[in-house]
């Protein structure tokens, strides 16, 4: 199966894994280097998302609203999710989609605990999904437990992300998943693996066009070429080579030639995950830069005045997250 030209509207992600306690500092905002995290401070930066026509927000399962050692902390990603819509602090249309290991507990209990923030959040909640050749009974026992769930009838199932590590995922990813995370720098492997998702998809009786795939982008945006590889090359010697930031397409430019490589990669994917190379810095560089040079070029609607995120207050912590 030939896989189609992906549409020109594209789907745009921006990742606040970032503002965790324990995300390095280079990447982390001023106000998120204390020891906990400020939900006023997330939630600036989800209305920065919202008013830039981001269509998700994602957070990572290194994501800690602390830095204490607690037995509990992988759930943290939903735990944050949840204070947000208890504090009524989401914004827009918005999708946030929390990381979740699946093997930590119950795959049914965790299904259930995500259609309840689905609900909470007005329909506007994700869960990001390990995608392994292996995972493919615990994704469709997440579906089984979705279709099921009269709660959902009006808010609609929530949106699953996977972001399969290896190629031979693909089956899992195709079959279940609404987005598909691809990890990757070459643009042939991309259109190789997309095209192997849709085939999946499409043998499991699914729409192909159901099934979003985009990739991972580190962006680093300055005000000339120079400054921003400067930058980058900066975040990439003091982020201790990690492995997988070694595999992620990393875009350094002006918003202008950032926009480029994007609209370069657009006739291949179907959107992009943008990691900020820093907070705020990038995150503000991508709403009030990149969004709107991708806007004039027909690639994302044209995005609402965007607002700056300022230091907000002290995290609310009395808001429970009950699984």
Known sequence: ????????????????????????????????????VSLGDVSDYLLLAAEAGIDLVTVGES???????????????????????????????????PALPAGLLDPVRLARAVAGLQVRTDGRAGWQLPATVTAGGVHAEVRRVWAGDRAL???????????????????????HSDVVRLRVSDLAEAAARREAIRTAAAAAGRNPDDV?????????????????????????????????????????????????????????????????????????????????ELAARGLVPAPAAASAPQDAGDLVDDLAFVL
């Open 1 to 36: 199966m030939t896989a189609p030209t992906p549409t020109t509207r594209l789907t745009l992600g921006l990742d606040l894994t970032g503002l965790g306690a324990k995300a390095p500092l280079h990447t982390r905002a001023r106000s998120s280097r204390a020891q906990h």
């Open 212 to 292: 979003r795939v985009v990739v991972d982008v580190v962006t680093v945006i300055a005000q000339d070429e120079l400054s921003a590889q400067f930058r980058a090359d900066l975040l990439r010697d003091v982020s201790d080579g990690a492995s997988e930031e070694a595999a992620t397409l990393t875009l350094a430019g002006t918003a202008q030639t950032v926009a480029d490589a994007l609209e370069e990669w657009a006739g291949v994917v179907d959107g992009f995950v943008l990691v900020p190379g820093s907070l705020p810095t990038d995150a503000l560089a991508i709403a009030h830069g990149l969004v709107p």
């Open 63 to 97: 994501f800690r609203l602390d830095d204490a050692a607690r037995p509990d902390a992988w759930l943290d990603p939903a735990v944050l999710v949840s204070r947000l819509a208890a504090a009524g602090l989401l914004h827009g249309a918005t999708a946030i989609v």
């Open 153 to 175: 009838v009006t808010a609609g199932a929530p949106l699953l992300v996977t972001a399969p590590a290896e190629p031979e995922a693909a089956v899992v990813a195709g079959r």
